[in-house]
């Protein structure tokens, strides 16, 4: 009888002891990315992917592009991310954070340059709220950072 005692306290301390791992443990710590990926899912000859493709290159979308976003083109048909809705047509543009990780709709069809830059100051936002980090804010320090280092060389 003492020994089913004995068992079983062991047994109930080693199931208690499993069951309140520490939070940290158990909380994947979230990965900040230097920049949102933009995945272009595009095709050869695509009159509106190339539309899209020149608001891209307007000054205010390209100046926001090129600070906080990376591009990664793929073709229509090729492998996306598995947690992403497949591309009904082209062009079709997703915002990713870490891991593939959706920031915002995708960008579906041509835009103007004010609905891109609604697109692309929205993904900034969610990036913030997702990752608890003005990525603006980030770039200016790293900026800071490498003007002070630069000036007392």
Not at 63 to 88: A, C, R, S, T, W
Not at 119 to 128: A, Q, V
Request: charged letters at 25%.
């Amino acid at each position: 009888m003492f020994l089913v005692k004995y068992i079983t306290v062991i047994f109930m301390l080693f199931f208690i002891s499993n069951c309140s791992t520490p939070e940290e443990q158990t909380k994947k710590e979230k990965v900040i990315p230097d920049r949102i990926t933009m995945l272009f899912v595009t095709q050869p000859e695509c009159p509106s992917c190339d539309k899209l493709e020149k608001v891209m290159s307007l000054e205010a979308p390209k100046k926001l592009i090129d600070n906080y976003f990376q591009i990664k083109k793929v073709y229509l048909g090729e492998k996306i991310p598995d947690n992403l809705i497949p591309p009904n047509g082209t062009p079709t543009v997703y915002f990713l954070g870490s891991n593939d990780e959706v920031l915002v709709e995708p960008i579906i069809g041509e835009k103007n340059e004010t609905a891109l830059m609604e697109f692309l100051n929205d993904s900034l936002y969610e990036f913030k709220v997702t990752y608890g980090v003005d990525i603006r804010e980030l770039k200016k320090s790293e900026n800071n950072e490498t003007n002070s280092s630069k000036s007392s060389s």
